[in-house]
């Protein structure tokens, strides 16, 4: 069964940085598009950005900013988010998820296996 862990969530103040992690298991992971994804209270779930299969495209949400940078180590099976200068509106649940396809239009329904989710909360 495919599985994708996130870890790597917490408790920062503004201005700081986090660094997550995405480790998966029982799927070709090189094979796959990677994504983050976070979900605010009360609010759906976004796009953040995502990651081709060779590490050589990438795509951000506007909001992102030059603030986040997103990894993968395909040895590793693991995917990383990078984030800095965090802001209290950046509080969510982070989400990793995979898809078949790469596109400059990503469309959450595309992403078919997803984690649990990595709370990030940002204090003011």
């Known amino acids: 069964q495919p599985r994708l862990v996130e870890s790597g969530g917490g408790l920062v103040q503004a201005g700081g940085s986090l660094r997550l992690s995405c480790a998966a298991t029982?799927?070709?992971?090189?094979?796959?598009?990677m994504g983050w994804f976070r979900q605010a209270p009360g609010k759906g779930r976004e796009f953040v950005g995502h990651?081709?299969?060779?590490?050589?495209?990438?795509l951000y949400a506007d909001f992102v900013r030059g603030r986040f940078a997103i990894s993968r180590d395909n040895d590793k099976n693991t995917l990383y988010l990078q984030m800095r200068s965090l802001k209290p509106e950046d509080t969510a649940v982070y989400y990793c998820?995979?898809?078949?396809?790469?596109?400059?239009?990503?469309?959450?329904?595309?992403?078919?296996?997803w984690g649990q989710g990595t709370q990030v909360t940002v204090s003011s």
């Open positions: 029982d799927f070709p992971f090189s094979d796959y598009v």
């Open positions: 990651i081709s299969r060779n590490s050589r495209s990438y």
């Open positions: 998820a995979a898809s078949t396809r790469y596109s400059d239009d990503p469309n959450l329904n595309e992403y078919i296996y």
